[in-house]
């Protein structure tokens, strides 16, 4: 597999990871538990959300004036 897809593949299984969190965080909140780890846990996926979605951010700039399948 390479780097690009990799990169791709742990952004898009992590945004899954933290949707989840942040649903059970909401439904944590309308249920009145006191579960403020929650929302501290959410933090961990969207860490590693953010360099993996600036690389896939600038991966189309890199491949600019090279012959790839990257519009
Ligand atoms: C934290 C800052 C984030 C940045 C800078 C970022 C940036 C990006 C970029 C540039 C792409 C590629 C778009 C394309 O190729 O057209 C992408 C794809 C995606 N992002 Fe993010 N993102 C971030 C956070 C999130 C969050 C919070 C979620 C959802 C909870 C998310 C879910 C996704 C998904 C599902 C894709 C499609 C991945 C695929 O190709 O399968 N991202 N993101």
Do not use: C, E
Request: proline content about 7%; aromatic content about 12%.
């Amino acid at each position: 597999m390479s780097m690009n897809k990799i990169v791709r593949q742990t952004h898009r299984w992590v945004s899954l990871a933290f949707t989840l969190i942040a649903i059970a965080n909401f439904v944590a909140l309308g249920v009145g538990a006191d579960a403020p780890w929650l929302g501290y846990i959410a933090v961990i996926p969207l860490l590693l959300l953010l360099p993996t979605g600036i690389y896939l951010f600038v991966l189309p700039y890199l491949a600019k004036g090279k012959k790839t399948a990257t519009p």
